[in-house]
């Protein structure tokens, strides 16, 4: 009979591109006993898993949780004492509005072995795969990574300090807030700032749109964009090829 050695490795699947999941991820879902996925991992890189190993859903998506959290802090726990090597898959990076390290600390409890793989944040990756930098030089210092949306429901309180940032501002899950969003930014001076929306980005079938945000909220409804998305908002977002393509047109006229 196999002996059972419980352990975890909390991986992080990168964007959505599943060629963009580092090696040594990959190389953990090879040796896993369980899978544990979440909504935004493809099938592609679930596949790369053994044949015998279990493969459980345990995504989330907005007003559709198939799992508390509870739940699958209690599921990884089992599945390793159960089955051997669980494999906690994320889209992202785990630690990144991931919950992931809330998952370490409940599987720490029992004395279960953790890895931690980072992955290939959406925030950094699908902002550049549009070649827009989040920092460059002569235009910004810094950027923010903020969440759209808090346990609650609500906008973030640091949305009203990012709004009033020279930083360039990345906002993950706000998609169903854009409109508010964009007043926020609004009312500290930057209606005029250019604004950027990507939904399912580094994926085939990626869309984006471009604006300002005093008009990207009626932009992406109109091109019917939703979740998963991102938005940034910062003077970088000028440097997207779209832009730059408009204004040498506009040179040669």
């Not at 508390?68 to 906690?88: K, T």
């Not at 992931?100 to 004395?111: K, N, Q, T």
């Not at 807030?177 to 950027?196: M, P």
Request: glycine share 8%; proline share 4%.
């Amino acid at each position: 009979m196999k002996t059972i050695i419980p352990r975890i490795s909390l991986v992080g699947a990168g964007p959505g591109d599943p060629d963009l999941i580092t090696v040594k991820g990959l190389k953990a879902i090879h040796s896993a006993d369980v899978v544990l996925y979440d909504a935004l991992v493809t099938d592609e890189i679930i596949n790369e898993a053994p044949e015998q190993a279990l493969k459980i859903y345990v995504g989330k998506r907005f007003n559709n949780h198939r799992y508390s959290q509870d739940e699958i802090n209690l599921l990884i726990v089992q599945m390793a004492f159960s089955h051997g090597h669980v494999v906690r898959l994320k889209g992202g990076d785990p630690f990144i509005f991931g919950r992931g390290h809330e998952e370490l600390e409940y599987a720490r409890s029992f004395d279960i072995p953790v890895a931690v793989i980072p992955g290939i944040s959406s925030s950094i990756a699908v902002p550049e795969l549009q070649h827009v930098p989040l920092t460059r030089r002569g235009v910004n210092e810094s950027f923010w990574v903020i969440t759209g949306t808090t346990s609650s429901g609500a906008i973030s309180a640091d949305m009203e300090l990012a709004a009033q940032s020279s930083a360039t501002i990345v906002i993950l899950m706000g998609m169903r807030k854009i409109e508010a969003i964009a007043s926020t930014f609004s009312k500290y001076g930057k209606s005029q700032t250019a604004a950027l929306v990507i939904q399912n980005g580094s994926r085939d079938n990626e869309r984006h749109v471009i604006g300002k945000v005093s008009d990207i909220a009626e932009k992406v409804s109109d091109e019917g964009l939703g979740a998963p998305g991102i938005i940034v908002i910062g003077n970088v977002v000028e440097l997207h090829p779209d832009i730059q393509q408009l204004a040498r047109v506009h040179i040669q006229k």
